[in-house]
């Protein structure tokens, strides 16, 4: 009775845990969210006229200093419209963008993606990326030059630009922007644009006054606020960067800029920029020009975040002139695409603008396996079980040797009980007694081990394509799954919807986790149930568990584990009856459901 009683208190302390979580934890991260963006939405509504004062920028190496602060001198917060209406623009127009250019500072901070919606309905909103720096969702990129009164105006974040030719900026026509300072230089930035998310800004500077000009160029990634969704550790956003001839990645969360500046060492290579889940904005600085990259926080009115570089000095003798090519990157991180840019503008390491994570050797050959079936099949649901199929395939000759110990391990059983018996409580004589049956019958112990680790960062990386690639967002499967990134949104405790009323998020456990957890549950009955009532406890409750855990999972991994779930099934019985092992799951299934014997007394 006494082991019953604590069979049952461990049973609802495993299902305590498991709620717990999901009310203490994810429940309050949701609401907390929720009311972030319901605070967000009615501050960028009302046309309010909160002080929002330029910060000033650290002080750079090499005299004057960087733009900082998201308004640059514009005091009020307004609305997007509001904002928009407040300059004068150039429309921009292509197959993947939509949105406007700034003559006030030539800011790119009107963009939105048009082949991305803000959910699956394709008639919600599309993404908004850029927003005006006197908006909320403040978010732009300038290019300009640092300010020097020896040599006149220097186009900067107020500088009025004169549209010189081109009326919209297209796939096919760029844009001609002019602006000539009191001492006679000459200013012209050429911007066009592919037809997808890379603008090229050429800027070609005519010196005709008298004397020499020394410029200092500078760029910057600016935004006032960050995700409005919580930060999870499998993925970085914040600052992202590959600055220098090492190809060295860095990564810097927000939190971290906020307690202490970061500031790379010189460079004449690379790109920085600041990156989303799924969205990025980057730029490629000149490849030719000594450059310094910042990543900084300001305070002050509205706080932003910035990542901007100062390039070396340029110096113009009279009647000479020069030229300076920034790449702009601003847009969804598809991964094909981000590979061609890295490949076809020699732009080095771009392709880590993608968060592979640790095992980025694993997780991009992952990926690509996927998009090849993808391609092919035209479902990343079905791609996901083709690759796992494909996995299972090469993992094979390493699980049939598991399979295989494991089934020796059976067969010499009875002798180990002999010896159990033959040496009482005498551990050492044990041990070496077991490691001559181990030698005599040719059977390595820890075999069995090995291919489950090797798959941990297989799993893991197939986790990390499903998380964090553009391309499973809002990518469909069958039937209700709409969106392999999102969990399932069915649940058991509305009968799937058949009953009309709303389920509590932690009781959202959909039909994918309950496949899932079935699948689990049936692969662990095909091994004997330990002899240790604590371990065979957690083997039976562990299914239960992980449903509960997994519900919350994107439903794309959910099908995953599943399928390799039932897979494994069907690879460990063809292995087992290979070795002449018995299967074990029919037995332990049985067993479920017999009367247990009435204990003696």
Known sequence: MEKNRNYFIAIALSVLIVLAWQFLYMNPRMEAQQRAEEARQALQGDASQTSSPESPGAQSTGGGNLPGGPASGQAAVVTRDQALAKSQRVQIETPALVGSINLTGARLDDLKLREYHET??????????????????GYFTELGYIQNESIGATPGATTQWTLASGDKLTQQKPVTLSFTNDKGVTFTRTISVDDHYMLTITDKVDNQAAAPVTLTPYGRVSRNHKPQTPSVWVIHEGFIGVMGQDGKLSEHAYSNIEDEQYTHEKATSGWFGITDKYWAASIVPPQNVPYVARFSHFTGGQSSYQADYKGDDLTIQPGQSTELKNLVFAGAKEVPLISKYETDLSIP?????????????????????????????????????????????????????????????????????????????????????????????????????????????????????????????????????????????????NLFGLLPYDVPHFLMIGVWPIVMGITMFVQMRMNPTPPDPTQAMIFTWMPLVFTFMLASFPAGLVIYWAWNNTLSVLQQGFIMKRHGAKIELFDNLKSLFRRKPAATK
């Open 120 to 137: 699956v309905d394709d008639s919600s909103p599309i993404i908004t990326l850029f927003s005006p720096a006197d908006t909320t969702d």
């Open 349 to 493: 390491q771009f392709n880590r603008l993608i968060d592979w994570g640790w095992f980025y050797f694993i997780t991009k050959p992952m990926f690509q396996l996927m998009d090849f079936f993808f391609r092919h099949v035209g479902n990343f649901g079905v791609a996901i079980l083709l690759t796992t199929v494909v996995v299972k395939a090469l993992f094979f000759p390493l699980a049939s040797k598991q399979y295989a110990s494991m089934a020796n391990m059976k067969r010499v059983q009875p002798k180990m009980e002999e010896l159990k018996a033959k040496h009482g409580d005498d551990r050492m004589a044990m041990q070496q007694a077991m490691m001559q049956l181990y030698k005599e019958e040719k059977i390595n112990p820890i075999a069995g081990c090995w291919p489950v680790l090797l798959q941990i960062p297989v799993f893991f990386a197939l986790y990390k394509v499903i998380y964090v690639t553009i391309e499973m967002r809002h990518a469909p499967f069958f039937g209700w799954i709409q969106d392999l990134s999102a969990p399932d949104p069915t649940s058991l405790f």
